[in-house]
């Protein structure tokens, strides 16, 4: 089902055509964060937004942190009015693997209505779908509200060194509530208020086993196996009803309420649509919970990469000295990421199989979050989405993390409003990312419209 078309004097006002075009220059910078080969263009997609900015009438600036730039912008012209920060990230994910891409992921291309790029959705579309949305207010006058922006380029490896700006520019960045569009509605046809993130531990299993490759016939049966050692700590990781076996891990866990699970239930949500979305037969997960449920309010522990031993063409009959696998652990209310890395490190030494060494590395981590659904700004954001898509929004919580929010509510005490543009078909992360043209142009008429409720609040 398609969205309805924008109707009104704003949508008449959107010069779609130019927005696009200054969206594709965006998302041809390879702003890859956690790829040092890409740190100046980094700073270049920081540059670029700056320079936007200031043409808009911001003041505007790139700010040096320890290792990627922060974009900061402030606009204040409307005395009485509320102060709305708006927070996005321009760093994006690696492009790898890049030979299951159909066109080169920072060669933006438009193909069945959706603009397939890198940072499509995740942020560079949704984040830039703000300041077209500011512009557009501009394009009939003054800003109903005053606005600032934080754009980041470290959201993708875990915002390192955004606690430390927070802390040195806690004054500055003084808001009465902070907008936030990084993750994806419910439906197409669904808008949406998040009220809950998933928090995050991000940790790296090492297990070594001899001090180099052996031969596979004349030590095979007698040296450590590293790889098959891998595979028994993480087969040991969970049980057979999907439940994480870390002593521990669930403790403290803020349960779903029946309200929740009522409202959840309501949703248009079809397990077999969503299963053939993936390709996926089956839709494995822990036992007693729905798949919303699943995704949203319970935690989960994942292999996103393993490796080890030959990987070349043909064969190699070598024992490996080591191997490795990235493991993360999405969280819920009620657990801390710090404890919950230090539980999988103690307790993978204690499950790994005799004659290797293990060794635990943690990466980064992200609190999990929930917020009250009564608030003045959750009212003003479900007006204006209301005049966008012609219904009432739903509220969902997201699986995913955003490690920059708990800081927000620690440092600044700031409200967080998540209105997110993106889909989870969208595929934010995965190789053909991409960001529906109508999704885009939504955003901006659903970002200057929230800014004119905020205004009237």
């Known amino acids: 089902m398609t969205n309805p078309p924008m109707t009104g004097d704003l949508a008449s006002r959107l010069d779609r055509d130019a ?46 942190t320890a290792k990627h730039p922060v974009v900061y912008a402030e606009r204040l012209d409307a005395p009485g009015k509320p102060t709305v920060l708006i927070y996005g990230h321009y760093d994006v994910q690696p492009e790898a693997p890049l030979s299951e891409w159909v066109s080169p992921p920072f060669e933006p291309e438009v193909r069945d209505g959706r603009i397939y790029a890198r940072g499509s959705t995740d942020d560079k579309g949704q984040a830039f779908a703000h300041v077209r949305g500011v512009e557009l207010l501009l394009s009939q006058g003054t800003l109903p509200v005053n606005v ?22 806690a004054d500055e960045l003084k808001a009465d509530v902070i907008l936030i569009s990084d993750g994806s509605r419910f439906a197409a046809d669904v808008p949406t208020i998040t009220y ?16 180099r490759d052996l031969h596979s016939g004349s030590y095979g049966g007698a040296a450590p196996n590293p790889i098959n050692a891998l595979c028994e ?28 699970r009522g409202m959840w239930a309501s949703l248009p949500h079809d397990d077999a649509e969503f299963a053939a979305s993936i ?59 710090e404890r919950v890395t230090r539980l999988i490190q103690e307790y993978v030494p204690q499950i790994a199989p005799e004659g290797v060494q293990v060794e635990v590395v ?5 609190q999990p979050m929930k917020f009250r659904t009564d608030s003045p700004y959750i009212h003003a954001a479900n007006r204006a989405l209301k005049r966008v898509y012609g219904r009432e929004a739903v509220f969902a919580r997201t699986g995913g993390s955003i490690p920059i929010v708990a800081a927000f509510a620690d440092i600044l005490k700031t409200e967080v409003l998540f209105v997110d543009l993106g889909l989870n078909e969208d595929a934010p992360h995965s190789p053909n990312e991409s960001f529906a043209v109508q999704d885009f142009e939504n955003g901006i ?13």
């Open 233 to 260: 700590i993480i087969a040991k990781l969970k049980d057979d009803h999907g439940r994480v076996t870390i002593p521990g891990f669930y403790d403290g866990i803020e349960p779903l309420t029946e309200q929740e």
């Open 362 to 366: 943690n990466h980064h981590g992200g």
């Open 279 to 337: 390709g996926a037969s089956a839709l494995p997960g822990e036992a007693g919970y729905s798949v919303l449920e699943r995704i949203w309010g319970r935690p989960t522990l994942d292999v996103n990469g393993i490796w080890g031993g030959y990987q070349g063409e043909g064969s190699k009959t070598v024992i490996a000295a080591k191997a490795g696998a990235k493991v993360s652990m999405r969280l819920v209310p009620g657990q801390d990421p």
């Open 19 to 64: 927005a696009r075009s200054e969206l594709f220059d965006l998302l041809r910078i390879p702003s890859v964060s956690a790829d040092p080969a890409y740190a100046a263009d980094v700073v270049r997609a920081a540059q670029w937004l700056q320079s936007k900015l200031s043409s808009l009438g911001f003041m505007a600036r790139v700010d040096a």
């Open 445 to 457: 008429l659903t970002s200057a419209y929230v800014l004119e409720e905020l205004g009237r609040s």
């Open 148 to 169: 600032k922006f934080l754009l980041e380029g470290e959201e993708e490896i875990g915002s390192p060194s955004i606690i430390p700006y927070l802390q040195a520019h």
């Open 196 to 211: 809950g993130i998933r928090g995050l531990s991000y940790v790296e299993i090492h297990v070594q086993g001899a001090n």
